[in-house]
């Protein structure tokens, strides 16, 4: 940034106003208190936190709690209807339905999961640079995030998996990159809002240097929202990396995905409906508890109304 | 007036420029050669790999093969299917009509479901109807399109035998896709239905409405309906780039033609000019949908530019 000029034009490395804008607002601690509680009165948010946690604890316990291979095929077995040895049934190849929507899990949430980290983080930056930045930068960036929110954004990661060729990793560069425009957009948003605050002002007045601001005065006000909005983010994101592995872009066989799980069991929907109905319940619960956490997270964030 | 028809088209005629822009950089930027990712099925040598680059003129400096690819869509080619040497534009114009009848007939589900859920969940936000309205919209949202419309072939066409699981050749055979894209996409609608009205209600104007004693239905319909009315129209549009998106699952769900479903088919045909034709045309088509969504929005407001 330009050098300021007049009395304040002092040479100062420091934080700006030391005690004043370089500290974190006080009673940060008090306000996580505030909004946690305001969280834990919501029912919403208990029924999703419960289906969440259960996806999550099923995916990450899968090895201790699957009591058959996930892979492993038993032809002896095609088919069967749930019973007690196999609560969920079989499928085509006799695999354990169970345990393959434990592994599927682990698969389907990891891939969306960071999807939604890469999105965060990068959209936080481009964001960051896009809301801050005066010059042609800022404006560049902006006129790339609104063009990239000109797609549909299936449709940006189904093009970049077009280029990527299928995969898993493909998959998650592909869903990550296609939410980055929305996160970009929101920090942007509310980068526009806190550079208005008297803290950054004071900030640039005692000749702050830009990436400074940036990082010590824009950075912690943007981080809530963007949390609220990784919460938001994380259904779409399963949704997303489940459609595109049921449209076979995904994890290549055997390897379990509920997304492809779930294309495969279409086949035999006459004859055996559990093969595509546990991978569907799967997604639809887990994206049903993210969307009501996220519901919950973000009204608890709002300011004002309780 | 037509100082502002002219800005939005213009915008949306940049925009479009940026569209075409931005799938040649994602194709041309991203790591890894597209000629390689194409053949790398069949295992092709790299004197194979170096024919194809040139074909498809990955060779040349990329201002000029920026160049090329405007001009060429300035002339409305897309290039030749790598798979059957068809030209792209005569592929997608044949499967075009079958993805915008699917389009419609879910929007046409989609809006009055979504406007309806989201207008009564605002209306009496803790009432049982509208709470009712608000677990079906985010049902909605939750439900995969693969998954509630895998239901609906199970229900309709394995058990009451009613209607064709598959295919495009009769009215019938529309019913159940145009059911479930439709109910995915009314999800969203819902929500931001109701939170666009619950917002409007908190207004000044809203507020005096109910001070004067205005009943409580004549300042929902004529304060706030109305007022939310623009916005509505706005988020109607965006979604429509959830829908077109999800048409590409509902096609393969029920193996129905359409772009959705040439762009799957070209993506695993690894057939990189028919990928990037098809994207271009869908991302088109939700470009133009929301500049004439815009526009009609405008026309319903005054503050929003007409003059």
Redesign the interface.
Known sequence: MAQPTGRLAVKWSGPAFPGLAGDRPAGVGGLVQLALRKLLRQPGAWAGMALVGIAILGSVAAPWLATYSPVEIDLQAQLQPPSPLHIAGTDFYGRDMASRLLYGGRTTLAIAAVAVVLASVAGTALGLVAGFGRDWLGQTWV?LI???L??????LA?????????GLHALAVAVGLAAIPIFARMVRGTVLTIRSAPYVDAAIASGARDGYILVRHLLPGVIAPVLTLAALEV?LAI?SV??LG????GAAPPLPEW?SM??EG?QY??VA?WV?TGP?LA???T??GA??LGDAISSAMAPGRS | MWSYLGRRCLTAFMTLLGIATVVFAVVRLLPGDPAQVMLARSGASPLAVAALRSELGLDRPLAVQYLDWLTALARGDLGRSLFNGRAVVDLIREQLPYTLELALAAFAVALPLGLTLGAVGARWPNSAAGRAAMVVSVAGVALPVFWSGLLLIWVFSVQLAWLPPAGADSWRALVMPALALGFATAGPIGRLTRASLMEVSVQPYVVVAHAKGLPERQVFVNHALRNAAVPLLTIAGLELGFLLGGAVVTETLFSRPGLGKLLVDAILWRDLPLVQGVVLVIASLYVITNAAVDVGAGWLSPQAGWQ
């Open positions: 006129s609104d063009l990239l000109a797609f549909p954004s299936l449709l189904l093009l970049i998996v077009g280029i990527l060729g299928p259904g949704l489940a459609a049921f449209l076979g872009l997304g779930l294309y279409r929907l006459g409906p595509s569907g997604i639809t619960l994206v049903l969307t009501l």
